[in-house]
């Protein structure tokens, strides 16, 4: 009858839906309505049409294939390195780094003239350097013709010394007419003026010995006619820290997320048919990036064009297995702070320079933080503190200095280098010199596994010396100057050309000035310039107020049912706009243009685009900038006008 037949059917479905709620992803049914069967079992199928395969044995074992790569992240990382490695010129790459972010990399700055006591463990963790206790053989090997330079230079050096002692005066010399605690150029503190006053006068000293130097070397070596002086030259270097444990903040969002996740397992959710994952503490103390960059200037600098000799092999013992202290901790714990802004690369010259590698700089060897943290020496002035700041000084310097180096040959801090890159350095306030030799070996630093690094970079420190003790009667008390002779190896060290080729990564154009299409060129080389000045956005960043981090975030209630119908704000938008968090959310807005580049109504080629606005945008005429560059972007796209091409 009707009322049997419909009986039957619904057991079935009854009994499909049990069948389906015990394996809802392993099998799939088949029911057959034309038998009247009660008991249904699951049947194993294929997803595509079809009966079920019979018989799938092989006589060769098939495995699924292993994947590269253990999670999506590391993944991305290595696509998004090889992207970076295959960009052909050296400015296209220092706008990809910068490319992800419109407002800038959340940096911690690292000052030159800002070292903590105890900061040097930490420098060298984040730029993976083995400190070597004495310099290179070459420097300490006798050589008598070093000794002659010697004896030639001392009565010079000598009467220098006197001469900045005794005759001469400054502007940080005289005294201000101005009353304390009214006139705002008035010396209102006579003690704080001391360190400055002795920086300006070690800054002179240490030029003219430097004069001298140059002056008595320049005929006796042909590397020194030829290469180039920067004074007070900006050294910037931007480069990421992996291996660095969560500070506070990362670790009460991960907290809540893994909280948030229990809470979700308990009542039974499911995330496409499968348990929620719940995170371990492991993953809550998993280590993450951090973006770091380094601000100095340095005294005096020389730059070759070809590079110095490699102390040792990149393959060498001392830098495949030295150690390297690990201190994964925030850099906050050391005193550094943080600012948003793009990550920069600079050694001192632009990459269209001729000479790209340094030979030899200067360092001051005073420190703002002894003056900031104490109000008198104490404990710091020991030899043991000295030496350990002036050591992390040098390596912070040296190593923001080779960086952009290696940086202006095409690679990058995501791209490792494939050979050595070395320098030299003094740390000096023209009575007490420092030596330190520098080799970088690596510039991928972005390892959350930092024990597992294969190259370690390495610095060599020399004894602390003394030029003399002080000025006294019109003499100069216990001169040395053979002080200066470690100093005259490294005028003396001539750069050598490499056997291979220096810029594997770059094509044969190597920076944009070279580019053959001249609205591309112009157009990178303004952005990599409104880039590397750090200027203000014209809209600032924008920035989640107090109250509304309160009311609106973490205890969301009556406060925001009051807000109304009014306008959302970002934090509230790129949750639930179709724009996304790529539009809203300012740490996900990237630094490509928005709109196409406004056109002068004179430069418009048709009449109708000068009419009510129409074309100031015109996509045709000024296309936007792309990674990488195009070949014919501007052959077809842009017209003959005096702006980029003169009309035949």
Not at 83 to 101: C, D, H, S, W
Not at 370 to 398: F, M, R, Y
Not at 512 to 536: C, G, K, M, W
Not at 625 to 638: F, N, Q, S, W
Request: glycine content about 6%; aromatic content about 10%; charged content about 25%.
């Amino acid at each position: 009858s009707l009322l049997q037949e419909i009986r039957i059917v619904v057991e079935m479905a009854l009994s499909a839906c049990s069948v389906l709620r015990k394996h809802p992803n392993k099998f799939k049914i088949f029911i057959d309505f034309s038998n009247s069967v009660k008991k249904i079992t699951p049947v194993a199928t294929r997803s595509l049409h079809g009966p079920p395969k019979i018989n799938e044995h092989s006589d060769v074992p098939l495995y699924p294939p292993i994947p590269k790569h253990k999670t999506k992240k590391e993944s991305v990382e290595e696509k998004t390195k090889n992207f970076m490695a295959k960009l052909g010129t050296v400015e296209e790459k220092q706008y990809q780094i910068n490319r992800p972010k419109y407002y800038g990399w959340y940096s911690y700055m690292l000052s030159q003239n800002w070292i903590p006591c105890d900061a040097k463990e930490f420098l060298q963790f984040a730029t993976q350097t083995h400190i070597v206790d004495g310099l290179p053989d070459y420097y300490s090997d006798k050589d008598e013709g070093i000794d002659k330079l010697v004896d030639e230079l001392a009565p010079l050096i000598e009467q220098t010394i006197l001469n900045h002692s005794l005759y001469s005066e400054s502007e940080a010399d005289v005294e201000t007419d101005g009353l304390p605690m009214r006139d705002s150029w008035a010396n209102n503190w006579p003690e704080g003026r001391g360190s400055i006053l002795k920086q300006v006068q070690s800054k002179a000293l240490v030029r003219s010995i430097h004069q001298i130097v140059m002056g008595s070397l320049v005929g006796r070596a042909e590397h020194l006619e030829g290469c180039s002086e920067d004074f007070d030259a900006r050294n910037d270097a931007f480069w990421f820290r992996g291996g660095v444990g969560p500070d506070k903040n990362m670790l009460s969002k991960r907290q809540g997320i893994q909280k948030k996740q229990k809470e979700f397992k308990e009542k039974g959710y499911k995330e496409r048919g499968e348990p929620i994952y719940v995170l371990g503490e492991d993953d809550v103390m998993q280590p993450y990036e951090r973006a770091l960059q380094y601000k100095g200037k340095n005294w005096i600098q020389l730059r070759s064009g070809d590079p110095l000799p490699p102390f040792i092999d990149r393959d060498s013992p001392l830098v495949t297995q030295s150690q390297v202290p690990i201190a994964p901790h925030d850099p906050r714990a050391w005193g550094y702070k943080a600012e948003c802004q793009h990550g920069t690369n600079v050694p001192g010259c632009w990459p269209d320079a001729d000479h790209q590698h340094g030979l030899l700089m200067y360092c001051d060897r005073s420190n703002q933080w002894n003056h900031q943290a104490v109000a008198s020496e104490g404990a710091l002035s020991s030899p043991e503190a000295t030496k350990d700041q002036n050591a992390a000084k040098a390596l912070l310097s040296c190593f923001g200095w080779l960086l952009p180096q290696a940086c202006h040959l095409g690679f990058s801090p995501m791209t490792e280098i494939t050979f050595p890159l070395a320098t030299q350095a003094t740390v000096t306030d023209g009575q007490h010199w420092s030596y330190y030799a520098y080799q970088l070996n690596t510039t991928d630093l972005t390892t959350n596994k930092p024990e597992e690094h294969t190259h370690n970079n390495v610095m060599w420190v020399g004894e602390d010396q003394a030029l003399f003790d002080k000025v006294e009667d019109g003499k100069v008390i216990n001169f040395n100057p053979s002080t200066l002779a470690p100093l005259l190896k490294m005028y003396l060290l001539e750069p050598q050309a490499r056997e291979y080729s220096l810029t594997p990564y770059l094509s044969n154009v190597k920076t944009v000035s070279n580019f053959h299409d001249p609205y591309q060129r112009q157009f990178l080389l303004e952005q990599i310039r409104h880039q590397y000045t750090n200027r203000a956005r014209h809209l600032a960043k924008p920035e989640m107020y107090l109250w509304e981090k309160m009311h609106l975030v973490d205890h969301a209630g009556s406060w925001a049912l009051g807000m109304g119908m009014r306008r959302n704000r970002w934090f509230q938008m790129y949750k639930v706009s179709h724009l996304g968090k790529e539009h809203w959310h300012p740490e996900f807005e990237s630094y490509d243009a928005k709109n196409h580049r406004y056109i002068p109504k004179a430069l418009r080629p048709e009449d109708y685009m000068r009419k009510k606005g129409l074309g100031r945008r015109y996509n045709r005429w000024k296309p936007k900038l792309t990674i990488p560059l195009e070949d014919k972007a501007a052959v077809y796209k842009l017209p003959k006008t005096l702006e980029y091409q003169p009309e035949d």
